[in-house]
């Protein structure tokens, strides 16, 4: 069991339990001790084999209200991986002067992650332009939510919308990392970093994902770790 780390979800997560007036309860949450590091109950920590690679690409999570509080959201992975990873609480009539100061920083070009069936076409792009570093904004919320958050953040409008469904690398992304029907933030961050060339970071986001989920199911089944899962092996092997 380590202490969280201080990256930037888990400074979100404080900002957001620091105002909140009664106690977060998660869904089926247990009386289980977690590890503040990783979130998982103490004895399926995996603290200790945590990967994190340098990218030149930046990841901005936008994060609806409760996202940071859930013990299933996905965007601490990111974070716990990409050192260049941004967390900011979206609201409707207000943004944060950090992420648009973020955004307007001439070193970078923020794209838009979001399906391109749902944006202007003209924005709509399926690739990551050489020359300045990416920046991807995830709008780290449920499906309606995100949704909402798309067409309600008049800031995001004037960058161009990364749509995920085109391109070898996503394809063969997207067949490993489907689960149910959907992708979670991680794994969109994951074939974001692909695309701009950051494949050491997207493998080891993956394997970082992979792992926990395993071990967050097995925590929930009250069953043991197994290092030496396919998952487990990919990301050891991955950091040696
Ligand atoms: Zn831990």
Redesign the pocket.
């Known amino acids: 069991?380590?202490p969280a780390p201080a990256h930037a979800v888990s400074l979100l997560r404080d900002a957001r339990l620091a105002r909140s007036t009664r106690p977060f309860l998660a869904r089926g949450g247990s009386r289980r001790v977690h590890?503040p590091?990783?979130r998982?109950v103490t004895s399926h920590?995996?603290?200790l084999l945590r990967p994190q690679v340098a990218t030149r690409a930046g990841v901005c999570l936008l994060m609806h209200d409760a996202e940071p509080l859930k013990p299933s959201n996905t965007g601490w992975l990111v974070a716990d991986v990409v050192a260049d990873t941004h967390a900011f609480g979206w609201a409707r009539t207000e943004a944060d002067p950090a992420l648009l100061a973020l955004l307007s920083d001439p070193q970078r070009q923020p794209y838009v992650v979001f399906p391109g069936e749902f944006a202007d076409p003209a924005r709509v792009v399926h690739a990551v332009e050489p020359g300045a570093r990416p920046l991807f904004v995830l709008l780290d919320a449920t499906w309606s939510e995100a949704r909402k958050m798309f067409r309600k953040s008049p800031y995001l409008d004037r960058f161009p919308v990364l749509s995920l469904e085109g391109g070898e690398a996503s394809r063969y992304r997207l067949r490993r990392s489907r689960r149910g029907g959907h992708f979670c933030t991680a794994d969109v961050a994951a074939q974001c970093l692909d695309l701009a060339g950051e494949g050491v970071a997207a493998d080891a986001l993956q394997d970082w994902l992979d792992v926990y989920s395993e071990r967050y199911l097995l925590a929930m089944h009250q069953r043991p770790v197994d290092e030496a899962s396919a998952a487990h092996v990919r990301l050891q092997t991955l950091m040696e």
Request: hydrophobic letters at 45%; aromatic letters at 0%; charged letters at 0%.
């Open positions: 069991m380590l590890c590091g990783c998982l920590c995996m603290c």
